[in-house]
């Protein structure tokens, strides 16, 4: 007998109960951690769970962010003024760092000062990258595609990856070791979870 279960409509659910609900279920999320610059040539950090890889030739990656107050984030706003952001990856020894960057600062306020971080010069983009991240890639924005309500809904932000920066001790050639990178996934609520306790699972051919 299978559990009880509740069906959800989703054209009749409010966008907060909808937010709770999806990012309940769809766990853990790697975490977009986007470094951006303004026009005025002030870097903000933000991360971002709404992220993934979504191609391999050429790399390309998206994120996704929602709007605040019927606006952009600040993230946003600086990608359509300099179209070029960095993605680092969070992980264990960045997370607290990561968190203190998730705080609502003003716009000319920088990130990367607010969590006491280290701006790293990229070599192809404006954006700096974060000196403390395990690894960085360095993109340009390919396409801006809103998805959802015009009034809300958010706008995916798509990426080539140009460069990639990783440290040597996680790396064997191009094959990056899972249990030295310790990543960070993102869950529901102040949830959290590292991705350290691996299986190996055989595909079949």
């Not at 990012?23 to 790697?30: F, K, S, Y």
């Not at 179209?83 to 992980?91: A, D, Q, S």
């Amino acid at each position: 007998m299978s559990d009880a279960s509740t069906t959800f409509f989703t054209d009749e659910m409010a966008a907060h109960d909808a937010y709770k609900l999806c990012t309940g279920l769809i766990v853990p999320r790697p975490i977009g951690w986007i470094g951006s610059l303004s026009a005025d040539g002030i870097a903000n950090l933000a991360p971002y769970s709404f992220f993934n890889l979504i191609g391999n030739d050429p790399m390309h990656v998206a994120f996704s962010p929602g709007s605040v107050g019927g606006g952009d984030k600040d993230s946003l706003a600086n990608v359509k003024q300099i179209p070029e952001f960095t993605v680092n990856i969070v992980t264990a020894e960045t997370v607290a760092a990561m968190n203190d960057t998730a705080a609502t600062l003003p716009p000319e306020e920088d990130e990367f000062e607010h969590a006491g971080l280290t701006k790293l010069a990229s070599e192809r983009i404006r954006p700096p990258r974060v000196a403390e991240a395990t690894a960085t890639m360095e993109c340009v924005v390919a396409d801006i595609v809103h998805i959802g309500r015009a009034a809300g809904g958010n706008d995916l932000v798509i990426g080539e990856v140009v460069v990639v920066h990783v440290a040597d001790r996680v790396l064997d050639d191009t094959r990056v070791d899972q249990s030295e990178l310790r990543a960070v996934g993102r869950h529901a609520g102040n949830w959290y979870s590292h991705a350290t306790d691996l299986f190996d699972l055989t595909r079949p051919a």
